[in-house]
């Protein structure tokens, strides 16, 4: 597939061919489940002239069916662009499909989606990660130039990883939030899955900035990146957490450190606290907002409505129809942590731990430009392979740390783990240092590519 930075070199025409070609292929690759449907005429028409990105199922375009690959939101037409499509289009950037996704972005492996699963384009035994594994599947294997995700908890960087594709999760308010259905508030945020690191900051770029409709958006100043992979950076090799990653993916990145060493990066040793505390507090957080963002979808306003006699009865069939296993299990904990009795024990004891997290990168940062670390502990896991939510949770053990810290971080393919699956390298930032990690990314899958 040609790369975004090739597209933007071309002319109306060859776009045009461009778009036939993903067109094509998308129609005969359906069993990869990277679309949750074929490309209408509406989402062609509409948006037809920019080059084509896809575009996660939970980010508002104009006239489009939007649903969150959940049931709950099916006969939901989008009323409004997000302001990241607004950024897109000034730039010459279109929306062209919609990426399948884990229903309301809660998972990790797309199994979860009202359309069906998405399978791995490395290995179609393995599940492509979540929540955006339409996105990366996509991306990966050649059925998008690149497309929009969400990150939440790891939900970019994850399935970047397991993919072997380029996967951005910005600082928390520098890509507005406008117009992206709402998971967890304090947590979520707009990022890009590319074919290579140039393309992930041609898109950065296309979509970043302050916006006035976003109550969370940073109103800080923002620069076009301009990579320069010859910068020397000192990176903290987080040890304690590659130790935790089975054998191969710890060998892929310790043979990346030692590649980063090699390009006369300083590293430094260091070690992070236990992982398990930043599961824990992440769940009790993600999960309480979620449940109080989700009583809007009651079956009144919008979407799928079930049925009854009386108000109560239609919320309850609608919610109990409308949303699968996956979410209700997370809104029942949601609930429950911020219930009388509970909130001291629970919500406010995790808000303590979530500024102990971002205590613990500052002091890293403080010493050290960049932090590398695993993405996930293994590579690409097989479909129904993980026996209970809990095991499904630790796939993103190192990566929503970053979300609660609000950090930058990208995903960038290090090399092969068993069966010639990718491994994924994490680079995290200092808050609205999107630059060094793009640089340091860029050195790195130079040298090791």
């Not at 040793?269 to 957080?285: E, F, I, N, P, T």
């Amino acid at each position: 597939m040609i790369t975004l930075k090739e597209a933007l070199k071309l002319p109306k025409e060859e776009i045009g061919r461009v778009k036939d070609e993903i067109r094509a292929k998308t129609a005969a690759d359906r069993e990869l489940g990277a679309y949750v449907e074929q490309l209408t005429d509406t989402e062609i028409a509409e948006y037809g002239e920019g080059i084509p990105i896809l575009i996660k199922d939970n980010i508002q375009v104009h006239g489009w069916s939007v649903t969150s690959a959940s049931k709950i939101l099916q006969g939901y037409v989008a009323p409004y662009n997000a302001t990241a499509i607004e950024n897109m289009l000034k730039k010459g950037l279109s929306p062209f499909g919609r990426a399948n996704m884990d229903e309301f972005a809660m998972g990790s492996s797309t199994e979860t989606s009202y359309y069906g699963k998405t399978l791995n384009p490395r290995n179609r035994e393995r599940v492509p990660g979540g929540s955006s594994g339409g996105s990366a599947a996509a991306v990966a294997g050649g059925l998008a130039i690149a497309a929009l995700g969400s990150d939440t908890g790891g939900s970019i960087r994850q399935p970047a990883a397991f993919c072997g594709c380029v996967g951005l999760k910005p600082t928390y308010g520098r890509v507005s939030r406008y117009g992206l259905a709402a998971y967890s508030s304090s947590l979520d945020q707009i990022g890009t899955l590319t074919q290579n690191v140039e393309d992930c900051a041609i898109l950065y770029d296309a979509i970043a900035g302050f916006d006035p409709k976003d109550s969370t958006s940073a109103n800080t100043p923002f620069v076009s990146t301009a990579l320069d992979p010859n910068r020397r950076l000192k990176i903290a090799i987080i040890e304690n957490y590659i130790d935790q990653c089975s054998p191969d993916v710890a060998g892929a990145l310790r043979e990346a450190a030692a590649v980063l060493e090699r390009l006369g990066h300083t590293i430094v040793r260091s070690k992070m606290g236990d992982c398990a505390h930043h599961v824990a507090a992440y769940y009790v957080l993600a999960t309480a907002e979620a449940s109080a963002n989700y009583a809007r979808y009651d079956g009144v306003r919008y979407g799928f409505r079930g049925d009854g006699g009386d108000l109560r009865s239609i919320y309850e069939n609608t919610r109990s129809l409308g949303f699968g296993d996956e979410v209700k299990r997370r809104l029942l904990l949601g609930a429950f942590v911020l219930s009388s009795g509970y909130y001291d024990a629970y919500y406010r004891k995790a808000q303590k731990v979530r500024h102990l997290i971002k205590d613990e990168f500052a002091a890293i940062h403080s010493d050290c430009d960049l932090i590398f670390s695993p993405v996930a502990p293994t590579t690409a896991f097989r479909f129904n392979s993980r026996g209970s939510p809990l095991e499904m949770y630790l796939s993103d053990i190192f990566t929503i740390s970053v979300n609660l810290a609000g950090l930058p971080s990208i995903s960038v393919p290090v090399g092969r783990g068993a069966d010639d699956l990718p491994v994924g390298a994490q680079l995290i930032g200092k808050p609205f240092d999107e630059q060094s990690i793009l640089d340091c990314a860029l050195s790195l899958e130079r040298a090791i590519n």
